[in-house]
T-cell receptor
Framework: DTAVSQTPKYLVTQMGNDKSIKCEQNLGHDTMYWYKQDSKKFLKIMFSYNNKELIINETVPNRFSPKSPDKAHLNLHINSLELGDSAVYFC???????????????FGAGSRLTVL | AQSVSQHNHHVILSEAASLELGCNYSYGGTVNLFWYVQYPGQHLQLLLKYFSGDPLVKGIKGFEAEFIKSKFSFNLRKPSVQWSDTAEYFCAVNAAGFQKLVFGTGTRLLVSP
């Protein structure tokens, strides 16, 4: 049973389109994250939600809008896609915000977005 | 703000060679430290973590890391690598009071058989 699942795994789309990536965790964790991994493998946090409340919002264009309908789900919607948005987007969850304490981040398999 | 540096971007080793990957962080307070591994085409998995106590921590697959507070370092080691250790390795830090995990730029390890 997958702990953190993301859909779709691959997404190829044209510039200017709008797309969404969904994430669900069945670990009972309170905190969920979106990380972006660029072509050089650099991982950067984008957003974090704790129990449906936004707690981290890094310097991300407002074309990116996260949404957490409940603490088990965190979706990412991207408007007006640009070439530079091409990356692998990883969802993660943890029991404690930041992965501190006795808990760590559990990652999903990633969603590879290619913008043409 | 917290940051993490991994100085080795690419490492190439032969099987059975010893491995040490450097990781330095910048934050003066209490930190939690992690090493994650990403095998080709896969998601990140936790290798090991340090929260407190013994600064030498052991993880899965024979990996270990040593926290040296005076050097702000958390280097990853393995005495004898295998071909299956080929992967990208990420050091990460969570500073107390900050609600995010910050990753280093990663080290790509290639082990030749």
């Amino acid at each position: 049973d997958t702990a953190v699942s993301q859909t779709p795994k691959y997404l190829v789309t044209q510039m200017g389109n709008d797309k969404s990536i969904k994430c669900e965790q069945n670990l009972g964790h309170d905190t969920m994250y979106w990380y972006k991994q660029d072509s050089k493998k650099f991982l950067k946090i984008m957003f974090s939600y704790n129990n449906k409340e936004l707690i981290i919002n890094e310097t991300v264009p407002n074309r990116f809008s996260p949404k957490s309908p409940d603490k088990a789900h965190l979706n990412l919607h991207i408007n007006s896609l640009e070439l530079g948005d091409s990356a692998v987007y990883f969802c993660a969850s943890s029991q404690v915000a930041g992965g501190g304490g006795a808990n760590v981040l559990t990652f999903g398999a990633g969603s590879r977005l290619t913008v043409l | 703000a917290q940051s993490v540096s991994q100085h080795n971007h690419h490492v190439i080793l032969s099987e059975a060679a010893s491995l040490e990957l450097g990781c330095n962080y910048s934050y003066g307070g209490t930190v939690n430290l992690f090493w994650y591994v990403q095998y080709p085409g896969q998601h990140l998995q936790l290798l090991l973590k340090y929260f407190s106590g013994d600064p030498l921590v052991k993880g899965i697959k024979g990996f270990e890391a040593e926290f040296i507070k005076s050097k702000f370092s958390f280097n990853l080691r393995k005495p004898s690598v295998q071909w299956s250790d080929t992967a990208e390795y990420f050091c990460a830090v969570n500073a107390a009071g900050f609600q995010k995990l910050v990753f280093g730029t990663g080290t790509r390890l290639l082990v030749s058989p």
